[in-house]
């Protein structure tokens, strides 16, 4: 079996955003890029899969600019096999995305989909979803536990209310949540090895899936700024506070 | 212009979720149907169609819906979709989990996790963990929305026009076997709607320790939350998380105790009406968004607000 995973590059979790002056968009000049979190979960969870044996090959999809190829190379690092990257105009919607995800699908035929549940830039939650519906695939959603037995896979899902287990068939679509498990940091000579990984590269064009945005962005604005409150002395101060001054208790 | 809602409940009650996204409908005009697929749903339904603003609502009951099966919802909003310019569901796990399936089923892109309404085409989102809002507008015909619940009053229950319609639908065989739900049990009110919110982040160093969490969230009635870093170390479940990944909580009072802040944390909490940090690091990032700061040992200062509360509770009696 194929495990097909995607990753987005997106401004490091770490950095803090800045909104441009002129509400065109965030700051990404000499801002440091990573992997989106959860994408790392689901490039971790297909090593797992596959070092247990029933998994033969892990396929890393980004979709993007040139640069995303950085991207692929570092899941090539952690251990996946090879790349594809389609081309395309950095802010591909979901909805696109899914469109190419099935595609790449048609030709790759994976067994399984792993991806990450939201990414935290456009934070849409949406692609894993959108690709499950248009490949007819059931749908595994928020997993923070995929056992794979056999042609069936048992997912535990992270509801609002607590945990959730469904059992699918494969094919099937999961989108992994950060408490999946913890991705390991590719060791130099993986890094070195990952430098030979075959990429393959074509442009959304090339599929035939039109890439053009649906939602125009009217504005990037700054949210309203909290101001800094003040330090109190004490417990009993602090009661006092929010007795009296705030009167929330 | 005709607006549906997916309604979203659990068989039993409706969750106030789709109180919020009602509430959100109304704010673009026109009728609003609600759509709720459930299993002895009855009551329920005749419920929703009491509620403010609601012209009409559309039920199945069906054991096939019992557990909101993604794949099972799909099918029947989009045998439905053409009436309606707009179809919202709350950004819940729920609506996230069906909403985008009806999106690219229907060709448009999904606008997700709204916090306010421009026009019937303009809305705004947050993006990066809240560190940016998007003023969004919307390309396609038909909208296809998920609600951020705590941005948007519930409507009153009283004033809907009370109709309520059962259809059929036959949805076939189900693609996905649903083995069980674990829900976290608690006394105290719901995280999400809680008037009072105390969390612990990893300063609280053990699963035994958030004992002094609870015992304060006891005493003020109050939800209790943790930071990421708490519930990826074990102390609490994941149902527990408030952030950018976990819940986005709106309470009158937050008391976030051994978090430092960081931005995924921040972008669950920071529209709090008052915030207050309790934290040993005078340097941790919390503190510039907390009304009420205090730098303290947690394991002193939790315990001494503990007596002082108690000092309170006892002036007032």
């Known amino acids: ?249 | 212009m005709s607006i549906l809602v997916i309604a979203e409940h659990n068989n039993i009650e409706v969750k106030s979720s789709t109180l919020n996204t009602i509430s959100a409908a109304s704010k673009l005009g026109g009728e609003i149907e609600v759509l709720v697929l459930g299993s002895n749903i009855d009551n329920i339904s005749k419920e929703i169609s009491s509620y403010q603003h609601v012209s009409k609502v559309i039920f199945i009951d069906s054991e096939k819906f019992e557990n909101a099966i993604a794949e099972n919802i799909e099918p029947v909003i989009l045998s439905l979709a053409e009436k309606y310019s707009h179809i919202l569901a709350p950004a819940t796990t729920f609506g996230k989990n069906v909403m985008p399936r009806v999106a690219v089923k229907l060709d448009v892109a999904q606008i997700s996790d709204i916090v306010n309404i421009e026009s019937e085409d303009t809305f705004i989102r947050p993006i990066y963990a809240g560190n940016a809002l998007a003023t969004v507008k919307s390309k396609d015909t038909k909208k296809v929305i998920t609600v951020r619940p705590t941005s948007f009053d519930v409507v009153a229950k009283e004033g809907g026009a009370g109709i309520v319609e059962q259809i059929n639908f036959d949805i076939g065989e189900s693609k996905v076997e649903f083995i069980d739900r674990e829900e976290s049990k608690s006394d105290r009110p719901e995280l999400s709607t809680a008037r009072i919110v105390v969390s612990g982040g990893r300063g609280l160093q053990s699963a035994e320790n958030f004992k002094l969490i609870s015992d304060i969230a006891d005493k003020l009635n109050a939800a209790i939350g943790a930071s990421r870093a708490a519930v990826d170390a074990g102390y609490v479940s994941n149902d527990y998380q408030v952030g950018q990944t976990g819940k986005v909580v709106v309470p009158d009072l937050y008391i976030a105790v051994g978090i430092s802040g960081a931005i995924q944390h921040l972008a669950g909490m920071k529209e709090s009406k008052i915030i207050v940090a309790i934290n040993k690091d005078e340097e941790a990032p919390i503190f510039n968004i907390a009304d009420y700061g205090l730098t303290a040992d947690l394991f002193e200062a939790l315990p001494a607000l503990s007596t002082e509360l108690d000092k309170l509770n006892s002036i007032e009696k």
């Open chain 1, 1 to 249: 079996m194929k495990i097909l995973v995607t990753v987005k590059r997106v401004i490091d979790y770490n950095v803090q955003v800045r909104v441009k002056a002129d509400g065109s968009g965030v700051e990404k000049e000499n801002v440091k890029m990573s992997m989106n979190p959860p994408d790392e979960n689901a490039v971790e969870e297909a090593l797992r899969i596959k070092e247990a044996g029933k998994a033969d090959e892990i396929i890393i999809l980004s979709i993007g600019e040139e640069k995303c190829q950085e991207t692929i190379r570092t899941a090539l690092a952690m251990g996946a096999d090879r790349g594809i990257l389609i081309k395309a105009s950095d802010d591909v919607e979901p909805l696109a995305v899914s469109k190419i995800v099935s595609k790449v699908v048609e030709t790759e035929q994976p067994g399984l989909i792993l991806m990450g549940k939201q990414a935290i830039d456009d934070d849409s939650n949406q692609t894993a979803q959108m690709t499950s519906a248009l490949l007819g695939w059931p749908q595994a959603t928020f997993a923070s536990k995929i056992e794979i037995e056999g042609n069936i896979g048992t997912v535990t899902r992270e509801i609002d209310e607590g945990l959730e287990r469904i059992k699918v068939n494969i094919p099937f679509v999961a989108s992994c949540d950060l408490r999946l498990n913890e991705p390991r940091y590719a060791s130099l000579p993986n890094i070195m090895k990952a430098k030979k990984k075959p990429i393959d590269i074509k442009s959304a064009e090339e599929l035939g899936v039109d890439v053009s945005p649906r939602i125009e962005h009217v504005k990037i604005s700054e949210p309203p700024t909290r101001q800094k409150g003040v330090m109190v002395a004490d417990v009993a101060e602090l009661v006092q506070k929010l007795k009296y001054e705030a009167k929330v208790i």
